[in-house]
């Protein structure tokens, strides 16, 4: 049986938050905000728009951070290490 984790994004080791994908559905997930951000400020740079820039960076972040919410480990708090 697969042995994988069944979260895309694991807690991170220290601190609060999440740490970079451990399954290939987080990775695209991680790759297309990457290129859906590069696109974007070059969209908007060529409108010379730097608040619909503000905006775009914004709403994809957000939905980034609802699908790594979704689909990621909880965290209980603060981390300081292995337990």
């Known amino acids: 049986m697969d042995d994988q984790p069944t979260f895309w994004f694991p807690v991170k080791r220290y601190g609060w938050g999440w740490g970079l994908p451990v399954r290939w559905q987080g990775w695209l997930v991680f790759a297309a905000y990457i290129?859906?951000?590069?696109?974007?400020?070059?969209?908007?740079?060529?409108?010379?728009?730097?608040?619909?820039?503000?905006?775009?960076?914004?709403?994809?972040?957000?939905?980034?951070?609802?699908?790594?919410?979704?689909?990621g480990e909880r965290p209980a708090g603060w981390r300081w290490g292995r337990k």
């Open 35 to 71: 290129a859906v951000q590069f696109f974007g400020i070059r969209y908007f740079k060529e409108q010379r728009d730097l608040r619909g820039l503000l905006l775009y960076v914004l709403g994809m972040t957000v939905v980034l951070i609802a699908i790594v919410v979704a689909k």
